[in-house]
């Protein structure tokens, strides 16, 4: 599986960014895909994932109601619609992918192991 990420920028707080993943490579009918970030000295957490089979969707409390994650099969192409930006968005955002069962989906990072090479997103005025 690969996954490029496109889309990052310098944004100012309260604007929009539309982050795009292109996936490749997936052989199994059921995986998730999800959007993690990394700030600057500290750890990669997850932002938002949507799990194929049932189409589960998790968002962090953080990103609730301003972030929209999608995935068009047909297109290869999963995406996060970000809104109202606020300077602590800033980080490198990564793309990851996994064909993992829910269970492990939901514990985050280490349960994916595809990852794209991430996108850096800065919100500042």
């Known amino acids: 599986v690969q996954l490029v990420e496109s889309g990052g920028g310098l944004v100012q707080p309260g604007g929009s960014l539309r982050l795009s993943c292109e996936v490749s490579g997936f052989t199994l009918d059921y995986y998730a895909i999800g959007w993690f970030r990394q700030a600057s000295g500290k750890e990669r957490e997850g932002v938002s994932w949507i799990y194929s089979r049932d189409e589960t969707l998790y968002y962090a409390d953080s990103v609730k109601d301003r972030f929209t994650i999608s995935f068009h099969s047909a297109w290869n192409r999963a995406y996060l619609q970000m809104d109202n930006l606020k300077p602590e968005d800033t980080a490198v955002y990564y793309c990851?992918?996994?064909?993992?069962?829910?269970?492990?989906?939901?514990?985050?990072?280490?349960?994916?192991?595809?990852w794209g090479q991430g996108t850096q997103v800065t919100v500042s005025s």
């Open positions: 990851a992918a996994t064909y993992a069962p829910l269970r492990a989906v939901m514990s985050g990072v280490s349960g994916f192991e595809f």
